[in-house]
């Protein structure tokens, strides 16, 4: 599949044999340096400024031509190196020198290609050197989610309801405020007390025979009239029918994505956003997943809600 956003990058640099020697003792102070190999005079400004970031270095193994190191570099932000044919991968080997410019002793390129490459996979290298004597570089690299990992380590699974039935995804600052279960429907209400943020869920069953969005409009046009009792104001600024999901999340039983954001207002004229999303599920189960937070100056340069949602509904599990 094609690289996304959040896709990293770990390339383990493991070890070269028969380097060319280029001191006078036969020998050479081996580094490798790692760096995307785009044209800078080719690509827009983000792709020059991520590819600045992907220059990363090995320590230096001395008086050798057969060094080890073993070492891992990881490199974000793929998307943006990718020219549509991939992303090529250059390996610069040099001799190290104290006091003057490195020597070159060889060069390698590898093409990482998206649509290709299966991620949480480890890939293994034998790399002819080129522009030099002899030299023969040895690496593995793979390609995983920052994204998943960024869950794993900033996201609890809670299992608010009796019967088990679900555990759902929410971000570790968050706490269970109240749930309730119904022959038909499953309530949970999460809150940051700290940062005024409210996440909200509801599980219902619907009718898998039924087009999603038929029973999306019907489910948000009550849930919109429902707001409308609690808010002054309700406004939908945006509608996306059609969103997918993170290829890498753990809840495969989504079938559909619809995602409204909006714009609350209270009496007093305090302002909120509102990330609204329902998720249908190939169970039979539909989700509605409700992010509120402020509009203050901070939440309206980088407004929360979109991304959370999206961890919170991807991410959540039935049990």
Same mark, same amino acid.
Request: hydrophobic share 35%; charged share 30%; glycine share 4%.
């Given at each position: 599949?094609?690289?996304?956003?959040?896709?990293?990058?770990?390339?383990?640099?493991?070890? &070269?044999?028969?380097?060319? &020697?280029?001191?006078?003792?036969?020998?050479?102070?081996?580094?490798?340096?790692?760096?995307? &190999?785009?044209?800078?005079?080719?690509?827009?400004?983000?792709?020059?400024?991520?590819?600045?970031?992907?220059?990363?270095?090995?320590?230096?193994?001395?008086?050798t031509l057969n060094p080890e190191w073993n070492e891992? /570099?990881?490199?974000? @932000?793929?998307?943006?190196?990718?020219?549509?044919?991939?992303?090529?991968?250059?390996?610069?080997?040099?001799?190290?020198?104290?006091?003057?410019?490195?020597?070159?002793?060889?060069?390698?390129?590898?093409?990482?290609?998206?649509?290709?490459?299966?991620?949480?996979?480890?890939?293994?290298?034998?790399?002819?050197?080129?522009?030099?004597?002899?030299?023969?570089?040895?690496?593995?690299?793979?390609?995983? @989610?920052? !994204?998943?990992?960024?869950?794993?380590?900033?996201?609890? $699974?809670?299992?608010?309801?009796?019967?088990?039935?679900? !555990?759902?995804?929410?971000?570790?600052? $968050?706490?269970?405020?109240?749930?309730?279960?119904?022959?038909?429907?499953?309530?949970?209400?999460?809150?940051?007390?700290?940062? &005024?943020?409210?996440?909200?869920?509801? $599980?219902?069953?619907?009718?898998?025979?039924?087009?999603?969005?038929?029973?999306?409009?019907?489910? @948000?046009?009550? /849930?919109?009239?429902?707001?409308?009792?609690?808010?002054?104001?309700?406004?939908?600024?945006?509608?996306?029918?059609?969103?997918?999901?993170?290829?890498?999340?753990?809840?495969?039983?989504?079938?559909?994505?619809?995602?409204?954001?909006?714009?609350?207002?209270? /009496?007093g004229g305090i302002r909120m956003w509102g990330t $609204?999303?329902?998720?249908?599920?190939?169970?039979?189960?539909?989700?509605?997943?409700?992010?509120?937070?402020?509009?203050?100056?901070?939440? @309206?340069?980088?407004?929360?809600?979109?991304?959370?949602?999206?961890?919170?509904?991807?991410?959540?599990?039935?049990?």
């Amino acid at each position: 599949m094609p690289f996304r956003a959040m896709d990293t990058l770990t390339v383990t640099i493991k070890h &070269a044999k028969n380097l060319e &020697a280029a001191d006078l003792n036969g020998f050479s102070y081996v580094i490798v340096q790692a760096k995307s &190999a785009i044209d800078d005079e080719r690509f827009d400004d983000i792709m020059k400024e991520t590819a600045k970031e992907w220059r990363q270095k090995t320590s230096v193994k001395k008086k050798t031509l057969n060094p080890e190191w073993n070492e891992d /570099k990881t490199f974000h @932000s793929l998307l943006y190196l990718d020219t549509g044919l991939g992303i090529k991968l250059k390996f610069e080997v040099y001799d190290w020198d104290l006091l003057s410019k490195d020597d070159p002793i060889g060069q390698a390129e590898i093409l990482l290609d998206g649509d290709k490459l299966e991620h949480d996979r480890e890939y293994s290298e034998v790399l002819e050197l080129t522009d030099c004597k002899s030299g023969t570089l040895y690496i593995s690299y793979k390609i995983w @989610s920052y !994204e998943q990992d960024r869950v794993d380590k900033e996201f609890n $699974f809670i299992s608010p309801f009796q019967s088990g039935f679900a !555990e759902i995804c929410t971000p570790r600052q $968050f706490s269970l405020i109240s749930s309730s279960e119904e022959t038909d429907a499953h309530n949970a209400v999460f809150a940051d007390m700290k940062r &005024a943020e409210v996440l909200l869920t509801k $599980f219902i069953p619907f009718d898998s025979n039924a087009k999603f969005a038929d029973i999306a409009k019907q489910v @948000s046009d009550q /849930k919109i009239s429902d707001m409308k009792k609690e808010y002054s104001k309700v406004e939908v600024k945006s509608k996306n029918e059609h969103v997918n999901p993170d290829p890498h999340c753990r809840n495969k039983l989504i079938t559909n994505i619809m995602e409204y954001i909006l714009l609350l207002e209270k /009496k007093g004229g305090i302002r909120m956003w509102g990330t $609204f999303r329902i998720v249908s599920h190939s169970n039979g189960k539909l989700g509605l997943y409700i992010y509120i937070e402020p509009q203050d100056a901070l939440h @309206s340069i980088l407004r929360m809600g979109e991304a959370e949602v999206a961890r919170v509904s991807e991410n959540t599990l039935f049990l």
